[in-house]
Every structure is written in structure tokens, then in C-alpha cells.
């Protein structure tokens, strides 16, 4: 009987080096600088999935971009852009769940309207603190706690645009969308690409 080999996933963060998962094990590797990181995945003799976080820090970096961008070093590169109003459904889904909530009980259609362009964090945190309003108002999450702190948040989509519209473009002419109904909108030369 052939053996199984170990399976591996590896997320590498440039905040908190690589982790590693073998056979859905966490293994902690503490390797924080990309090119290392690329090297150790060459030298890994296991089947791995191995995905980046946190790199559009080194999209200007020549080196590291040329070396990720080698014919064979990836099967494929996908980019993960904000999540789409039926993607963020789910996260509010999912986080109002968490809280031991029914999502039933929301307009969660409401939710998707005032949070365009908002992260999955950004939309945690939108409920996190609605769920203080209403403490502090003596009652339990309405819809409208969680639209009053979803208007009163910024996202980084905002204070950031031209720093996403520019990682956006890198991803437009070089990476596969993520996300089935991914639109890559690049301001500079004013067109914008439905996928």
C-alpha cells in the first residue's frame, strides 16, 4: 500500500512570518522576510497550498517581485480584493452568528448597502461596537445599531483608495481574481474590468 504524504499550508504574513499547517497541525515558523520565505517553499518536499498576506508592501520591490513572478514559481496567483455585497452578506452573517444571534432577525440587505467597500475586519469591528451602543442603550443588536456604526466608520477603501487603486491595477495585469464576481477598477486610466 503506498504511503500518504503530508499535506501543508503555509500563510505567510509580513507581520508574523510563516505559519504552517501540516496534516491540519499548526507549525510556527518565524520567517518574516519574503525571499526567505519563497526559499523555504522551494525546499519544501511537501505538497503545499502557500498563500501571501500583506504583500502589496512589496509590490515596489524589483527583486521580490521578479522572483515571485518566475515561470513555475506558482501555478497560479489570485488577488483577493474587497469582498462583493453578497460576500459581505455572509461575513454579517457569519459574525452576527458568532454572537450568538440569528441573522434572520436583521436587515442584512441593509447592511450590504451601507458597507461598500468595507473589509471583512471592518465589518467585524462595525458589529463589535454596535453591540456596545446597544448595551449602553439598554437593549439588544438592532439593525439599526449596526447601520449607525457602519456609517460612523471610515474604511480603508477611503483613506486608502490610492494605495488599493494601485495594488488593483498591479493585480488587474498580473493575477487571477479571487472572487467569482471580482471587478478590478483602475482610476488612473479610468476604465474598470468586470470579471
Request: aromatic share 10%.
Amino acid at each position: 500500500m503506498a504511503s500518504m504524504r503530508s499535506k501543508q499550508l503555509m500563510i505567510w504574513s509580513a507581520t508574523q512570518g510563516i505559519r504552517k499547517y501540516e496534516d491540519s497541525k499548526k507549525v510556527d515558523e518565524q520567517i518574516r522576510d519574503p525571499l526567505n520565505a519563497l526559499n523555504h517553499i522551494e525546499l519544501s518536499t511537501f505538497p503545499a497550498i502557500f498563500v501571501m498576506l500583506d504583500f502589496h508592501h512589496y509590490l515596489n520591490d524589483n527583486v521580490i517581485v521578479r522572483k515571485l513572478r518566475r515561470k513555475g514559481r506558482f501555478d497560479e496567483i489570485f488577488f483577493v480584493d474587497l469582498p462583493q455585497p453578497d460576500e459581505r452578506e455572509e461575513i454579517f452573517n457569519s459574525h452576527i452568528r458568532k454572537r450568538k444571534r440569528d441573522p434572520g432577525n436583521f436587515d442584512r440587505k441593509a447592511f450590504t448597502g451601507n458597507s461598500e467597500g468595507f473589509s471583512g475586519a471592518e465589518i467585524e469591528q462595525a458589529i463589535i461596537f454596535s453591540l456596545f451602543d446597544a448595551f449602553v442603550a439598554g437593549h439588544d443588536l438592532t439593525t439599526d445599531d449596526i447601520c449607525k456604526s457602519l456609517k460612523e466608520t471610515v474604511p480603508l477603501s477611503q483613506t486608502m483608495r490610492e494605495q488599493i487603486d494601485g495594488i488593483r491595477e498591479w493585480a488587474g495585469m498580473r493575477a487571477r481574481p479571487a472572487s467569482r464576481k471580482q471587478m478590478f477598477t483602475v482610476s488612473a486610466a479610468g476604465r474598470r474590468i468586470e470579471i
